[in-house]
């Protein structure tokens, strides 16, 4: 006897209704792979590429040529493409900073969880903000649309490593080169040698794999019949995978390949036809707002991208924008604009050399081997810049010049484009509240004795002038030595971001102006770190005066990682003229937490205590 007729009626009813709107929306899979720039594949017109499942998904879909990572290194561009917002908006620009996000913000799987999709995540999240922040039905790797309720539609990540950098390490993998060695083109910033030739040739095999491995997943779809019925994605998660490429926000690193295949049932959300070539600028801040127009869902108000795709789809910008902070051990700080022609590059520590030393960097032979050539004479000019301290500006026609070696920022015929460009990445600083300018050690103090997260920290006014703060910084900008009286006023300024980026601007112009110096030496007793340690950086490089007093305070006495990361980095700087003592430094690493339960009450240290323990550990062994 059916006791319950009307409710089961009703059960019916929805299961049909939860069908029928499935069927109405796209599923949707991103594949992605890891350090590959467009020009390494088959479908950007490399002819020693074997990439049958990318050509294939290139013939169905539509190649996009200007598609950009905002960032060149993976955790701060998956922190782009996972909240649709540039991380240095809220202070997540630095790789694996672990930075609390405002509330009012979720990740893009949460909203296509609320509009009722399945998200999976197989199984890379390497996030610069919290690793377990809600979203995702299942990340790990086991994670499969395969999984999901019935009826349900999905969106389902699969990443693969085969390409990744350390593919090229010979201490961790061995990959035997499948191009003949003469075929293979050296990029003009790289030394032609042997090392970089093989290198590269070994690359290919790589590809050839990540190609099979893509196959496999849409063989997936095919097999189930929902090939269809689901959107694909293709796109590498930033450039790579040479020195110079990853890590730099050089065409080479920030350009990626982007390919989307979409179904006949769903062309109406696609602008372009299928087997054409887009030419719109397209970056990863754009990625989320895209996927939520295709789900059909609300795009947040706090999405600083725009969707290409899909009923929400809104115009084009002029400019994708990059950005560079503290690649692993390393603190750098750079912003790029770039138009698809033209690459703008905005050096704000020029003191420093493009090319620091990173320890996964120099596990790649050829880096190791294109520094020894360079310190024995003999690289040429375009060669020997990576090493070289980075000029203030720099402009690249990319058409004319793709490998980026002929800076053009100082060229008369093109200085409206560089006026052009340098106003566009002002006007994107002001307009998305850099937190950048922050001393990461500053933004780490700001955010324990405030309670206030970094998002807060730069809309207000008083704690952040970002004006006032950008004018610092910009002091040198068509001004050069005549800049010194604004540098001079900005170390007496009261505010310790304007210090700092007067005491940075004196280190780019080297100055050994007597009432700069006077000043520099009272910011040595500053009682902020980054201020102690630039001032004591700069009066070392000039042979004025001893830093490691206050490197070594630093270094024993901070309970603050980023300023002791900080101090081991200007000590690096230095140690030809002033070595470093073993003693202190092996100190120094036992202070580091020694528990979880220490290293819980610290999460702005959370498991990243490696970087500086990297940079000590490289000092020891006396490169």
Known sequence: MNRFPLFRSLVAYLAVAVTAIAADRPNIVWITSEDNSPDYLGPYGNPHANTPTLDRLAAEGVVYEHAYANAAVCGPARTVLITGTYPYTFGGEHMRSQVPMPKNMKIYPQYLREAGYYTTNNSKQDYN???????????????????????????????????????????????????????????????????????????????????????????????????????????????????????????????????????????????????????????????????????GADIPVHMQGRAFLGEKRSPAPQYAYTFRARADERIDFKRGVTDGKFNYIRNYLAYLPTGQRVDY?????????????????????????????????????????????????????????????????????????????????????????????????????????LMKILNMADALLDKGESALPDLVKGLRDPHPVVQYWALVNCLVLKTEDEQALRLINARTRSPVAANRIAAAEHLARIGKKDPRPVLNDVLLNSPNVMARLHAINAMDHVRAGYPYNQRVLKTSQSLWPSNAKELSAAPWMGRYKAYDVRVMEFMEKGH
């Open 361 to 465: 960097l120099w596990d790649n032979p050829a880096t190791p081997e294109w520094e020894r050539l360079f310190r024995e004479g003999k690289t040429n000019a375009a060669q020997s810049a990576f090493f070289q301290p980075a000029p203030l500006e720099e402009l690249f026609d990319l058409e004319k010049d793709p490998d980026e070696v002929n800076n053009l920022a100082n060229d008369p015929a093109y200085r409206d484009v560089l006026l052009r460009m340098r106003e566009a990445n002002h006007k994107h600083i002001l307009d998305t509240f850099d937190t950048g300018f922050i001393p990461e050690s500053l933004l780490v103090e700001w955010t324990r004795s405030s309670g206030k997260i970094p998002f807060n920290i730069s809309r207000d006014r008083d704690q952040y002038p």
């Open 129 to 295: 903000i919290d690793q377990n922040t809600p979203g995702w039905d299942e990340s790990s790797r086991n994670a499969h649309w395969k999984n999901r309720p019935e009826g349900k539609p999905f969106f389902a990540i699969f990443n693969t490593n085969l390409t990744h950098e350390s593919c090229l390490h010979p201490i961790r993998h061995t990959v035997e080169a499948n191009v003949p060695l003469d075929k293979i083109r050296v990029p003009a910033y790289l030394p032609d040698t042997a090392t970089v030739r093989e290198r590269i040739s070994a690359y290919y095999t790589r590809i050839n794999e990540m190609d099979s491995y893509m196959g496999n997943r849409i063989k997936e779809l095919e097999d189930a019949g929902l090939l269809e019925d689901t959107i694909i994605f293709y796109y590498s998660d930033h450039g790579g995978i040479m020195p110079r490429s990853k890590r730099f926000i050089y065409d080479s690193g920030t350009h990626v390949p982007l390919i989307v295949r979409v179904p006949e049932k769903w062309a109406h959300l696609m602008p372009h036809k299928a087997g054409s070539r887009a030419e719109e600028i397209v970056g990863f801040v754009d990625f989320a707002p895209t996927l939520l127009s295709l789900a």
